[in-house]
C-alpha cells in the first residue's frame, strides 16, 4: 500500500483505491464486484430502490442533506397517525407505556452498542445537542474565561448555537480547522491537542463531517479530552445507518444522531446519548403533555424519564422507526456499510478523468459514505443546479473562500450507472 501521505491528485489504480477502503479479501471480493458486477447483484440493488420514496429518474446522491424514506416508514407512520386521530388517549397508553418505551430505546441502544438507560429521544441531532446543553449542570460550575474547543468543519448551525451558548456563560471559542483532505487520523488528533488548555470545558466535533466526509479519530480524541479533564461532545448525524457506531468503543460523553439520513427514517426522529456517570448533572423534568396524557415513566429507560419528553410530539414518527431499522437488519448491516464503501471507491476512481480535487481522505479508515471535491468553480449551486436540470443528479455542496465544494452521499440506492451518469455531466459542467 502506498503511503498515505502521497499528493491528493496522485493517480491511483483501481486495486489500490479499493485496497485502501476495503483491505485484505474484502477487496479482492469487491474489487470483482466493481469490475465485473453481475446481472443479479445489480437486479437485487434495484429492486431495493423501489422500497424507497424516490424518483425514479433521479440519481440521487444527497442522503447527508436527508435519506427517503421507505414505503414500509410511511405506511407505518400513516397507521400510527390514525390511531393517534382516532383515540390519542389509548394511542399513548398502549405505544408509549414503560414496556413499549423500553423495548424502542433497547431497539436503539442495539444499533448504537450501549445501553438503553443512557439514551433520550429526540427531534434531531440537533435537537438534542441543544436539549443537553440547556439542561446540563457543568461540574465544577462554568467561569468566565472557560473554553469551548470547535471543530469548524461542523455544520454552520451547530457552531453558530454554541457560539451563541458560549456568549452567554461568558466562554470563549476556540476553533480547530482540519485540514482537507486529512492525511491521517494523528492530524486530527495533534490539532486537538494544540488547542484544549487547562481551561477548556468541552471539544465538540464531528464523527463523519458534512464537508468533506472525513471520519475522524473519535474514541482517540475522546480520551485525549478524558485526559485534559474535558468533556467529549460528538455529533453523529451522517454515521448512523452508513457505518457500525459503537458508544462502548469510542467512551464518548456524548453523542447525537439522526435517524432521516443512512437509517431512511422518518423526518423529526434523533437520538441523544449521555455517559451514565454525568446524568446526575441534569435534572428530573416533564414535559407538559405528560402530565396531560397521565403517562407513567417512572419505569422508562434513566436518560429518557429524566429530560423533556418533546419527542412525544413527534410520536407518530417514531412508531415508524423499528420499519426503518429492519430494512438494514434484513439485509445485514454489514452488507449496507461494504455496498456504501464499494460505491465510494468506484467513484473516486472515476473521480480521476475529471479535472477536480478529492478532498475526502485516501486512508480507508477516514472514508466511507461520502465524497467531496473542489471543482475550482466558486458556486456549488450553479454546478448542483446544472446536474440536476441536465442530467436529474441530485447532489450537495457548500460554497467557501478556496471554491465550491461538489459533496456526493452514497448510499443502497444509488448503482455504478448512476454514478457513471453523474460523472458524465460532471464533466460537460466542467467543460462549460
Known amino acids: 500500500m502506498k503511503d498515505s501521505r502521497q499528493p491528493i491528485n496522485s493517480q491511483l489504480s483501481r486495486r489500490q483505491i479499493l485496497a485502501l477502503g476495503l483491505g485484505g479479501a474484502t477487496t479482492v471480493a469487491f474489487a470483482q464486484t466493481a469490475t465485473n458486477s453481475t446481472s443479479s447483484s445489480n437486479e437485487r440493488w434495484s429492486e431495493l430502490r423501489g422500497q424507497l420514496l424516490l424518483n425514479p429518474r433521479w440519481a440521487y446522491f ?25 383515540d390519542e388517549q389509548e394511542f399513548y397508553a398502549a405505544r408509549y407505556n414503560s414496556q413499549a418505551v423500553q423495548q424502542l430505546c433497547g431497539h436503539i441502544a442495539s444499533w448504537m452498542n450501549c445501553s ?127 457505518m457500525y457506531v459503537s458508544i462502548a468503543d469510542m467512551n464518548c460523553d456524548v453523542y447525537v444522531s439522526s435517524f432521516s439520513h443512512w437509517v431512511n427514517g422518518p423526518q423529526h426522529t434523533g437520538v441523544l446519548f449521555v455517559r451514565r456517570e454525568l446524568h446526575a448533572q441534569l435534572p428530573y423534568l416533564s414535559d407538559a403533555l405528560i402530565e396531560m396524557l397521565d403517562l407513567n415513566t417512572s ?28 430494512l438494514q437488519e434484513n439485509l445485514g448491516r454489514s452488507v449496507v456499510s461494504a455496498r456504501i464503501r464499494e460505491l465510494s471507491s468506484y ?70 450507472e448512476d454514478i457513471d451518469r453523474m460523472m458524465r455531466g460532471l464533466i460537460r459542467a466542467l467543460k462549460g
Open 62 to 86: 444527497d442522503t447527508a442533506s436527508s435519506g427517503p424514506a421507505t414505503r414500509a416508514v410511511l405506511a407505518a407512520e400513516y397507521r400510527a397517525l390514525e390511531a393517534l386521530h382516532a
Open 116 to 242: 438503553r438507560d443512557d439514551l433520550t429521544l429526540t427531534r434531531g441531532a440537533h435537537a438534542g445537542l441543544e436539549q443537553f446543553a440547556t439542561w446540563f449542570n457543568f461540574q465544577p460550575p462554568l467561569q468566565s474565561g472557560d473554553e469551548l474547543v470547535i471543530c469548524s468543519q461542523l455544520p454552520a448551525t451547530t457552531i453558530n448555537y454554541w457560539t451563541h451558548w458560549a456568549r452567554e456563560h461568558g466562554l470563549s471559542i476556540k476553533t480547530v480547522m482540519l485540514p482537507s483532505p486529512l492525511l491521517n487520523a494523528q492530524q486530527a488528533i495533534e490539532s486537538f491537542s494544540a488547542a484544549i488548555s487547562d481551561r477548556t470545558r468541552a471539544i465538540i466535533f464531528s464523527h463523519v463531517q458534512h464537508t468533506d466526509g472525513a471520519i475522524l479519530p473519535v474514541r482517540e480524541l475522546c480520551q485525549l479530552a478524558r485526559d485534559r479533564k474535558a468533556m467529549s461532545i460528538v455529533d453523529g448525524t451522517l454515521a448512523l445507518g452508513a
Open 299 to 326: 419505569s422508562w429507560p434513566a436518560l429518557i424519564a429524566r429530560l423533556p419528553q418533546d419527542f412525544l410530539h413527534y410520536a407518530p414518527q417514531f412508531q415508524a422507526l423499528p420499519a426503518a431499522l429492519s
Open 347 to 416: 467513484a473516486r476512481l472515476q473521480m480521476q478523468s475529471a479535472n477536480v480535487q478529492v478532498i475526502t481522505p485516501i486512508p480507508g479508515e477516514l472514508w466511507s459514505n461520502i465524497l467531496s471535491i473542489r471543482t475550482g468553480r466558486r458556486n456549488a449551486a450553479e454546478m448542483i443546479s446544472y446536474l440536476r436540470r441536465t442530467d436529474q443528479v441530485v447532489a450537495g455542496g457548500m460554497n467557501f473562500s478556496t471554491g465550491a465544494i461538489l459533496r456526493l452521499s452514497f448510499h443502497i440506492y444509488n448503482s455504478l
